[in-house]
T-cell receptor, first 111, second 110 residues
Framework: GQNIDQPTEMTATEGAIVQINCTYQTSGFNGLFWYQQHAGEAPTFLSYNVLDGLEEKGRFSSFLSRSKGYSYLLLKELQMKDSASYLCAVGLENYGQNFVFGPGTRLSVLP | ETGVTQSPTHLIKTRGQQVTLRCSSQSGHNTVSWYQQALGQGPQFIFQYYREEENGRGNFPPRFSGLQFPNYSSELNVNALELDDSALYLC?????????FGEGSRLTVL
C-alpha cells in the first residue's frame, strides 16, 4: 500500500519560521511534491524534489531524503496569507499523474 | 490561474443518481487526471487519461468512469451515487510532472 504521514495541524507566529514534515512509504517514487491549498480553493504547486537535498525557492524550501522516506517544507518570514493546508505528494510513475497525497497539514499563522 | 477550468462548480444530487463533471485542461497539456478530495483529507487519485485513453486508475469502483476528447478536455462520470461520493472533484493537467489543478467541482449527495 501507499502511506504518507504529515502532522494534522500546526500554528506559528507571523514572521517566524515553520517546518512541516512528511514521511512516506510508497511502491514507487518519481519525485516529492509540495502543494499549498487555501480553504475552498484548488491546490497550487510549491516545490519539487527528486534528488536528496535542499531546494530553495524564495521564502519556501523543501528537503528530501529518499533513504529515510522523509521530506520537509520550510516556510520563512511567515505571513498571514500563508495560513493554508500544505499537501505532501509522491509521484508514482515516470510519465503519469498518479500521485499519492498525504492528508495535509493545516497551518495557522497568528499575528 | 492555472488555465484548467471545471464545471459545474457546485452541484447537489440524490443517492442513486448519475453525475457528469467536465474539465478543460491547460493548452498543450495532453494528460488529464481526476482526483477526489473529501473534506479535511488529501486528494485521492481516480484515473488519468492520455490521448483519449485511460492510462492509470486508482482504487475506485467501475461506476467512476471518464472520457477524454480530441481537444484534451475530459469528463468524469459517476453512476449510482452514494452518500460517500460527496467531495470536491479536482481535475489536473500536466506536461512535465507538476499538476495544475482546476478549482474543482463540489458534489453533495443527499
Amino acid at each position: 500500500g501507499q502511506n504518507i504521514d504529515q502532522p494534522t495541524e500546526m500554528t506559528a507566529t507571523e514572521g517566524a519560521i515553520v517546518q512541516i514534515n512528511c514521511t512516506y512509504q510508497t511502491s514507487g517514487f518519481n519525485g516529492l511534491f509540495w502543494y499549498q491549498q487555501h480553504a475552498g480553493e484548488a491546490p497550487t504547486f510549491l516545490s519539487y524534489n527528486v534528488l536528496d537535498g535542499l531546494e530553495e525557492k524564495g521564502r519556501f524550501s523543501s528537503f528530501l531524503s529518499r533513504s529515510k522516506g522523509y521530506s520537509y517544507l520550510l516556510l520563512k518570514e511567515l505571513q498571514m496569507k500563508d495560513s493554508a493546508s500544505y499537501l505532501c505528494a509522491v509521484g508514482l510513475e515516470n510519465y503519469g499523474q498518479n500521485f499519492v497525497f498525504g492528508p495535509g497539514t493545516r497551518l495557522s499563522v497568528l499575528p | 490561474e492555472t488555465g484548467v477550468t471545471q464545471s459545474p462548480t457546485h452541484l447537489i444530487k440524490t443517492r442513486g443518481q448519475q453525475v457528469t463533471l467536465r474539465c478543460s485542461s491547460q493548452s498543450g497539456h495532453n494528460t488529464v487526471s481526476w482526483y477526489q478530495q473529501a473534506l479535511g483529507q488529501g486528494p485521492q487519485f481516480i484515473f488519468q487519461y492520455y490521448r483519449e485513453e485511460e492510462n492509470g486508475r486508482g482504487n475506485f469502483p467501475p461506476r467512476f468512469s471518464g472520457l477524454q476528447f480530441p481537444n484534451y478536455s475530459s469528463e468524469l462520470n459517476v453512476n449510482a451515487l452514494e452518500l460517500d461520493d460527496s467531495a470536491l472533484y479536482l481535475c489536473a493537467s500536466s506536461v512535465t510532472g507538476e499538476l495544475f489543478f482546476g478549482e474543482g467541482s463540489r458534489l453533495t449527495v443527499l
